[in-house]
């Protein structure tokens, strides 16, 4: 018996203790401390913990295009994306994460390389999977949509043929995780670069209306802070389609 109450003792501390350290990570994060957030969320462990630390450290990319070395640092959220799959390979965040990193380290990979090693294939088939258990999961559909679109920006007709990717199907998923988070500047950001660096005629209107849309929304934390920053600077280009998509492919290759 005192073994046991000693095991549920053991267990309450370690459950608060990643509580805490979650929370702090979440406080880390939504003060723009991305590498704090990182640090906390993988000490709390879990998949839960694992993703968070992942999510992070994409954002981090996403954000600072200028940090000295984007591929180790690409390397490290995949690992965490990684463990937190094989914690839990049910967990949705789990999924979300490693195919959001994924997508980032195939930026270093060649088109060709990266379809014989079924990276693209697994990202796609990790968002589709969240889809189907959670409808409303706008950053699955959102990045659903992302896929779709720099599938169609790096492989062109043919790679659209081989991955079974639509430009269609990426403003499509897009519209819908924008319909159900209408607040969300960064879907807004994200569907538009995607746009401007796929540089298809016909799109711009579009582009341009969902960065105008983000710029009019409040930031909610310092990741949307920081995505409309970036919004604004894309925006600033309008007047210049070339300058517009140099500067777009140029976010999307770093």
Do not use: C, K
Not at 32 to 42: I, L, R, V
Not at 82 to 103: K, Q, V, W, Y
Not at 135 to 155: D, I, Q, S
Not at 220 to 236: P, T
């Amino acid at each position: 018996m005192r073994y046991l109450a000693a095991l549920a003792s053991l267990l309450l501390l370690t459950t608060t203790g990643a509580r805490a350290d979650m929370d702090e990570a979440r406080q880390a994060f939504a003060g723009g401390h991305w590498q704090e957030a990182a640090s906390q969320a993988q000490r709390a462990g879990g998949a839960e913990g694992y993703a968070y630390a992942a999510q992070a450290l994409v954002t981090q990319l996403m954000l600072e295009p200028d940090y000295p070395d984007r591929r180790a640092l690409t390397r490290q959220a995949v690992e965490l994306a990684e463990t937190a799959f094989r914690e839990d390979s049910d967990s949705a965040e789990a999924r979300l994460r490693l195919a959001i990193s994924l997508g980032y380290n195939g930026r270093y990979t060649n088109s060709m390389r990266a379809y014989l090693m079924r990276m693209p294939q697994r990202g796609r088939a990790l968002l589709e999977s969240v889809v189907a258990d959670d409808p409303g999961n706008v950053w699955a559909l959102g990045t659903l949509g992302a896929w779709h679109l720099e599938v169609a920006r790096r492989g062109g007709a043919r790679g659209m043929q081989m991955l079974d990717a639509s430009v269609e199907a990426g403003t499509g998923h897009y519209r819908q995780a924008i319909a159900l988070d209408p607040d969300n500047p960064a879907l807004r950001y994200f569907f538009a670069l995607g746009l401007i660096a796929l540089d298809e005629a016909g799109q711009d209107d579009m582009a341009w209306q969902q960065l105008e849309a983000a710029l009019a929304l409040e930031p909610r934390d310092a990741f949307e802070a920081g995505v409309r920053d970036e919004a604004a600077q894309l925006l600033a280009l309008r007047s210049d389609r070339d300058a517009a998509t140099a500067w777009a492919t140029d976010r999307m290759t770093r």
